[in-house]
């Protein structure tokens, strides 16, 4: 029976979005030889100026602290985390300032390699998506995206210039938000395909067959032809950081029948049915508190949703992550900052993601 379940846990691979799974390559699958099990994992920005970016992981009501400095020592993560991103052997994390991408072992935490780039070329890193086994893609906020070699980490050619933020594989396409619109790339030649699919401002999530990205009060859905959909959602409107890259809130559920998204600034949570299209309010934050970070994380071995929220100012930095139901219900809140003798962690977590 081992052999067996060895066996079937090598049959899957993993390409990675850089917010879901793709339908079109196999799913990725808890790592039977990872450090941390149980339990899920929180990628910190930092506080910025005094701490770089950072790892977390909760399992239980027991939280291990900053996981990648205690397994490297010697080594930084760079200046406000923003993205990560696990495959099946690895785990990649960004950080807008250098190191900007570093390829980790889950097996020990420990630093495989890191990409360092020059911040006057290419300004900021933001998101990163797995293609396949040597290869992914990294997002920046002026050098446009490229295509990065793995395990060791190189750079290598550039896909296209200009601000480009989210980027995800679908199917045999790379996905990439440039500019504000939606353009895709072979994901075997990185050739360009189509660029100004739909205006998008964030994505993407991979439900129904199809890639999913928001622009204000619209849905946008990316068929395998790469046409798209536009979904009316009247005065609800898809949260995103207009200020300061932050990983999408758009999420899909692991049935792929919906999607799940902050609104109302962040105060409000909705759930989209992917067939009858239309949204429904599930859940609305405490007095006082807005998503921060990504905001929304959703659970692929139960469904349930990963809420961040922090106090909505700049003087106090509570920060608790609410798990609820997908339809809404809350089951448990974790004290994720909380002010003891007088002091945060200052954590700010940019997203949670799961094995």
């Known amino acids: 029976m081992r052999k067996f379940l060895l066996l079937a846990f090598a049959l899957f691979a993993f390409a990675a979005c850089s917010d879901d799974a793709n339908d079109s390559a196999p799913v990725p699958v808890p790592g039977v030889n990872d450090k941390y099990q149980g339990g899920f994992y929180i990628y910190n920005e930092g506080w910025y100026g005094h701490t770089p970016a950072n790892l977390c992981y909760q399992a239980g009501d027991k939280l291990e602290q900053m996981i990648f400095q205690t397994a490297n020592p010697e080594m930084k993560l760079g200046n406000t985390g923003t993205t990560a991103v696990f495959t099946q052997d690895y785990l990649y994390l960004v950080a807008k300032e250098s190191p900007n991408l570093t390829e980790v072992d889950p097996t020990n935490l420990k630093g495989l390699s890191n990409l360092q780039l020059d911040s006057r070329e290419h300004g900021q890193a933001n998101s990163f998506a797995v293609v396949d086994k040597a290869h992914g893609v990294l997002t920046t906020t002026n050098g446009g995206a490229y295509v990065v070699a793995l395990n060791p980490l190189v750079l290598g050619d550039r896909l296209c210039d200009g601000k480009c933020t989210d980027v995800c594989l679908f199917n045999n396409y790379i996905?990439?938000?440039?500019?504000?619109?939606?353009c895709a790339f072979d994901a075997t030649s990185f050739k360009l395909l189509k660029e100004d699919i739909a205006p998008a401002n964030t994505g993407f999530a991979l439900a129904d067959g199809a890639a999913w990205a928001a622009n204000n009060n619209q849905l946008v859905k990316i068929n395998n032809n790469l046409e798209a959909e536009i979904i009316d959602l009247g005065e609800i409107k898809v949260?995103?950081?207009?200020?300061?890259?932050?990983?999408?809130?758009?999420?899909?559920?692991?049935?792929?029948k919906a999607l799940y998204f902050a609104a109302e600034n962040g105060h409000a949570f909705y759930k989209f049915d992917v067939a009858s299209k239309m949204p429904s309010k599930i859940f609305s934050a405490p007095q006082g508190f807005v998503t921060y970070g990504a905001g929304v994380a959703v659970n692929p071995h139960t469904g349930d949703l990963y809420l961040t929220l922090k106090v909505d100012n700049w003087t106090d930095y509570?920060?608790?992550?609410?798990i609820v139901s997908p339809d809404g219900k809350q089951k448990e809140v974790i004290s994720y900052d909380k002010k003891v003798d007088e002091q945060y962690y200052y954590w700010f977590p940019s997203m949670i993601l799961f094995r």
């Open 239 to 256: 949260m995103y950081n207009q200020w300061a890259y932050t990983p999408t809130g758009l999420q899909a559920a692991p049935t792929g």
């Open 318 to 322: 509570d920060t608790n992550i609410h």
């Open 175 to 182: 996905l990439v938000i440039r500019g504000g619109k939606i």
